[in-house]
């Protein structure tokens, strides 16, 4: 029984001990009202931020692009990587927001007819992509892209739509 009379006496206590470090800390409330509303004292300039001597606005012209971060520049392989890393970031995040309804939506997903020609088309676009020039890996990058992308809205329409109701059978 002594617990049930701690808890009210520590919560008390608590508020207390907020109350006197709000009211030691806080400046007086007159100050902090005439202080919020003053503007800058007239004939003084505004101070933005810190000024640097001789520096003058950019241009684009002068940037220069770091081939590194440059990923349209990157070779058709390393992108093709980046659209499979994409799908592979969505699925998660569906996973990750939907933990009850995922894995019955990406069975019913797996099953529809179009995903399963997304998948033929996929695997014939990986069978041919080792033995593929640059150029041909180029032009077929946005058919992997469309690929992936409809194969994820479908995904992502899939774990929208509720779960059918199951057929009972007697």
């Known amino acids: 029984m002594a617990s049930s009379r701690v808890w009210p006496n520590a919560l008390l206590a608590a508020f207390i001990a907020a109350g006197v470090t709000w009211a030691l800390m806080r400046e007086d409330p007159e100050k902090d009202a005439s202080a919020a509303h003053a503007g800058p004292a007239p004939g003084r300039p505004v101070k933005t931020g810190p000024e640097v001597k001789g520096s003058k606005p950019r241009s684009a012209a002068d940037l220069k692009l770091n081939p590194r971060d440059n990923v349209v520049s990157a070779p058709a392989e390393l992108r093709k990587a980046l659209v499979v890393q994409e799908g592979v970031r969505v699925i998660n995040e569906l996973k990750a927001a939907h933990p009850a309804t995922f894995d019955a939506a990406a069975k019913r997903w797996i099953e529809t007819p179009r995903v399963k020609e997304l998948i ?23 058919d992997a892209k469309a690929m992936w992308d409809e194969a994820m809205a479908l995904l992502r329409a899939e774990v929208a739509r509720p779960a059918p109701e199951p057929v009972v059978t007697r």
């Open 120 to 142: 033929k088309e996929w695997q014939a676009l990986e069978a041919g992509w080792k033995d593929a020039t640059e150029e041909a890996r180029e032009a077929r990058l946005p």
